[in-house]
């Protein structure tokens, strides 16, 4: 059974910094895409960060390109996202996403190419 666990959300100051974990368990390290995407009220969900398997490419969307970094750790089956320069547009509740049909997703930031979520760690940014 696939479990995925964030963690390390919070409260922070605009213009700070945050890294958003997430475990993995229930299936194979470094065999799939997976991706953070984040939800803020009345707003759709949003595709924030997606990395293949290896952890050689990785994507981002465009309200956060050069403020944050995904990056994986196979040997823990550990996801992550560092955020940097945070604004209060930043805030939200992020999730963790794990994409088991396989190759590249040119759709990644659409919710429907994953099939698992985590449920979820809130990201506060005030001004």
């Known amino acids: 059974q696939v479990q995925l666990v964030e963690s390390g959300g919070g409260s922070v100051q605009a213009g700070g910094s945050l890294r958003l974990s997430c475990a993995g368990s229930?299936?194979?390290?470094?065999?799939?895409?997976m991706g953070w995407f984040r939800q803020s009220p009345e707003k759709e969900r949003e595709g924030v960060a997606y990395i293949s398997p290896g952890g050689g490419s990785k994507y981002y969307g465009d309200s956060v390109r050069g403020r944050f970094t995904v990056s994986r750790d196979n040997a823990k089956n550990t996801l992550y996202l560092h955020m940097n320069s945070l604004k209060p547009e930043d805030s939200a509740m992020y999730y963790c996403?794990?994409?088991?049909?396989?190759?590249?997703?040119?759709?990644?930031?659409?919710?429907?190419?994953?099939?698992?979520w985590g449920q979820g760690t809130q990201v506060t940014v005030s001004s």
């Open positions: 996403a794990l994409d088991r049909a396989g190759a590249y997703k040119v759709d990644w930031k659409s919710p429907l190419t994953f099939g698992s």
């Open positions: 229930g299936f194979p390290p470094g065999i799939y895409w």
